[in-house]
């Protein structure tokens, strides 16, 4: 259903970066070509570590520090199945993120340096997790089209080449699967009900779609990243051709239920399947994955609560004497 992965396999390989052994490297990218999977102990070129660790990584953070704004709506949603579901859903992301945090931990990063990364602010997460749940609105556009998104994202990456990240992905999206579900569920029950829970629907969405449009990345353009990670079979399918795949899928289905996108110029050109767009503030989101978001700092100051407050039991369970153990993924 997703990812419509192209890549040029006569494209002209990176050049041995400074201190590679040419030889592996041919052998390296020949295993990529072959569809072959990378495992933690194969030979890697140092820049193929480096990618996969920034990238695996914040994903992982994106998935616990993604739990926060739902988080706050467990005792808030209406109803007591809403409840239930949404305290499942937000259990099931921090187990996403465990999951991310040890397929990282294969490249040789311990999980105490990456949340030492995360709460000092050296390390990113996604851009959508730094605003505000301000109703139960925002939740269910969430829950519908930021799960919507990442499903996306992640199914493409899932057909990558190092193997602890697909397997991981694997279990995530099958469990993503289900929250979309939820979130779409919880969308139609606003879009269908009565005029006040329409309008908050529709403000919601408002708010959220330049945050949603942000979510798969610069565009190609800006894309510092993509093209080695595409040689090398990271990322499967480019910053633009995720975001294209969302507007396909997705807005006919919000056009549908008769609401609006804040996007005069969103229409599909139907000979080429591209969607065309106001492109989003770009200045905005890279102001916001710096930093200075409107919840950055609420969201980091949660997690720094929390390892504060989690400190006893990590002592608990770490005895000075205890060996690190490379976990299997
Ligand atoms: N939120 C925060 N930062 C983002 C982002 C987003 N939505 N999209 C891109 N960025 C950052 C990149 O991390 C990079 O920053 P860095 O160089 O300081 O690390 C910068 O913007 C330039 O982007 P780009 O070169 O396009 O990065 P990329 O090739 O890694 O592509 C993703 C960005 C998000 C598509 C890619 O990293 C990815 O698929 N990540 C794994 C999945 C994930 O994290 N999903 C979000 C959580 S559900």
Redesign the pocket.
């Known amino acids: 259903m997703y990812g419509n992965a192209y890549i040029d396999p006569n494209e002209k390989r990176q050049s041995v970066a400074e201190g590679e052994d040419p030889k592996k490297l041919e052998e390296f990218e020949a295993r990529i070509d072959r569809g072959e999977k990378i495992e933690p102990d194969d030979w890697m070129p140092p820049e193929y570590r480096k990618?996969l660790t920034?990238?695996?990584e914040?994903?992982a953070h994106?998935?616990i520090i993604?739990s926060l704004p739902e988080g706050t709506w467990i005792t808030r949603a209406p109803g007591f199945r809403r409840k239930l579901s949404i305290m499942a859903k937000v259990q099931d992301e921090i187990g996403h993120g465990q999951l991310l945090y040890a397929a990282a931990e294969t490249l040789g990063k311990s999980r105490e340096a990456m949340f030492n990364d995360l709460l000092s602010g050296k390390s990113?997460?996604?851009?959508?997790f730094n605003y505000p749940a301000e109703t139960w609105a925002d939740v269910t556009v969430i829950g519908f089209l930021i799960d919507a998104a990442?499903i996306i994202?992640?199914i493409?990456?899932s057909k990558g080449s190092y193997g602890p990240y697909c397997r991981a992905l694997d279990r995530i999206c099958f469990e993503e699967a289900f929250h979309l579900k939820q979130g779409h569920d919880a969308f139609v029950a606003l879009a269908i009900g009565t005029s006040a829970q329409r309008t908050m629907l529709q403000e919601a969405l408002n708010r959220w779609w330049q945050p949603i449009m942000?979510?798969?990345?610069?565009s190609d353009k800006?894309?510092?990243?993509?093209e080695k990670?595409m040689k090398w079979r990271v990322?499967l399918a480019s910053?633009d051709d995720?975001r294209n795949q969302f507007l396909d899928t997705y807005v006919p289905k919000i056009w549908e239920l008769g609401l609006t996108l804040p996007d005069p110029n969103l229409k599909k050109d139907e000979e080429t399947g591209v969607w065309a767009y106001t492109e989003p503030d770009w200045d905005e989101?890279?102001r916001?994955?710096k930093g200075d978001g409107p919840c950055n700092a609420e969201r980091l100051a949660v997690r720094r609560w929390a390892e504060e407050k989690g400190k006893w039991v990590r002592e608990a369970l770490f005895q000075p004497k205890d060996k690190y153990v490379m976990p299997l993924a």
């Open positions: 990618q920034r990238m695996i914040q994903h994106s998935e993604g990113k997460y996604s851009n959508v990442a994202n992640q493409t990456n942000h979510f798969f990345g610069p800006q894309s510092v990243h993509s990670l990322k910053n995720m989101f890279f916001v994955i």
